[in-house]
């Protein structure tokens, strides 16, 4: 699904409509946050599979 500049700019004035220009710097910061921490828990998730993957294949040898 990819999201075109019409579309970007519709979704960025709902916003700025329901939440008002005051909050919009504030909810930004939480939805880099919110995201960052998304990523870091992939990485870890990805990290365990790995690491039981590795740990499989050592005890088949």
Known sequence: MNLGVQELVLIG???LLLFGAKRLPEIGRAFGKAIGEFRKGLK???KAVEEKEEKEDKSEH
């Open 44 to 46: 870890e998730v990805e």
């Open 13 to 15: 004035l709902i916003i």
